[in-house]
């Protein structure tokens, strides 16, 4: 990528958003927090991938979906059948009826490994499988959904019911899922404990690498011509029809990349926190992770991390003290961030921060004195403006 690419598509003040947030999360976190509480910080972050196609599809493309704990599962559940295969070995369940396979299907009476749990063995294809199922179920939740042109509130109570379907559907299936429970008693992943604090350190960094990354693909989209077409359709969706684009094959691409970011997440929260279950999967965690997004502000994907990291916060500290308010706590949240700052965190920091930031920089460039002081002061003046 050439520099003019580059600097169109990080922007001097997109740049200074993204080092700030990797100082804070590289640097900062690490060496004033405990590995259990950075570990926490790294539970958060898997929500933050979720919150983060939220900001695409919702923000930008104006689909509100409230089932991304679906495909958050999914890629959760993926690699926890490769850890759980990989914990299950003979010499580890020798104790069981049948030895080699997980121990809950041994409680439910199963003799040997079910056909679509036998590709986990291997990890190339779990990683494979954490990003390639779940965009493969949402686009045919996608085709079936916006090729027949249902959206708004239609598409979000459906993406709803998926969520329950799904629920139910592991819940009920305990041979196979590990129901209620989940997959539970994760230990290795290719032989290296996971549960020890140098992998809870390996794991948390992993997890900022591929925020990131995800979180520079987010940005090309907002940058590319693309993200102008999502805004277009959020707007006014028959207007950008008519001028000969097919909006629906690119409200299935967003909700893909959606799904997608949010399955790594879920893949990211089995390695770090050690265990999957479908308490993750259904309807309140959904309708939560739509609030992570609210609150950072659902048209800034940098916004979307802060707000993850703020709620989760306050929803760990508020619950240790008062666990049965705290949903209620939530649904208060969700009400006041539509109606007293409907545009998040980053909504109030460009209202308040950035020109309380601006005037301190025009402070300090003044106080250089000269000509360059106050060229430089105009310039910062024209850049609000």
């Known amino acids: 990528m050439s520099y003019t690419g580059l600097r169109s598509l990080l922007p001097k003040n997109d740049l200074l958003s993204f080092g700030v947030l990797a100082l804070l999360l590289v640097v900062i976190l690490p060496l004033s927090l405990d590995i259990f509480r950075l570990n926490l910080i790294g539970k958060y972050l898997t929500y933050a991938f979720v919150a983060l196609g939220l900001v695409l599809c919702w923000g930008y493309g104006g689909i509100l979906s409230l089932g991304q704990g679906v495909f958050f599962g ?149 940058k590319s011509k693309l993200g102008r077409l999502l805004v277009a359709m959020r707007e006014m969706e028959d207007r950008v029809r008519f ?80 666990p049965e308010l705290w949903l209620f706590a939530m649904g208060a949240l969700f009400i006041a961030v539509v109606m007293a700052f409907p545009n998040g965190l980053a909504g109030l920091y460009k209202k308040y921060g950035e020109p309380l930031l601006l005037r301190v920089i025009d402070k300090v460039k003044a106080g250089r004195g000269g000509l360059g002081g106050d060229l430089n002061s105009k310039g910062v003046v024209h850049e609000r403006q």
């Not at 819940?171 to 290719?190: A, F, P």
């Not at 990211?268 to 999957?276: A, C, E, R, S, Y």
């Open 74 to 222: 999914l890629g959760g559940y993926a690699m926890a059948m490769f850890l759980k295969l990989e914990a299950s070995s003979p010499e580890n369940t020798a104790i069981q009826s049948t030895p080699g396979i997980p121990d809950f299907m041994d409680w439910n009476q199963l003799t040997e490994l079910p056909w679509f749990w036998e590709p986990f063995h291997s990890l190339g294809f779990t990683i494979i499988a954490i990003v390639l199922v779940p965009s493969v179920f949402a686009y045919i939740i996608g085709v079936a959904m916006f090729k027949r042109r249902v959206g708004g509130v239609y598409f979000a109570i459906i993406t709803q019911a998926v969520a329950a379907i799904l629920t139910i559907l592991i819940i009920g299936q305990q041979g196979y899922t590990g129901g209620v429970n989940g997959i539970t008693d994760l230990r290795t992943l290719n032989g290296w404990d996971i549960r020890t604090d140098g992998a809870k350190y390996f794991f948390y960094f992993l997890c900022v690498f591929l925020l990131f990354v995800c979180l520079l693909i987010a940005q090309f989209v907002r």
């Open 243 to 322: 001028s000969g684009y097919d909006v629906s094959n690119f409200k299935i691409f967003v909700f893909c990349l959606g799904s997608a970011f949010a399955a790594i997440g879920g893949a990211m929260f089995t390695l770090q926190v050690g265990f999957m279950s479908p308490t993750f999967v259904g309807i309140v965690p959904s309708i939560e992770m739509v609030i992570f997004c609210a609150v950072g502000g659902r048209l800034s994907i940098i916004g979307a991390v802060y707000g993850t990291l703020v709620v989760n916060w306050a929803k760990t500290s508020f619950s240790e003290s008062f």
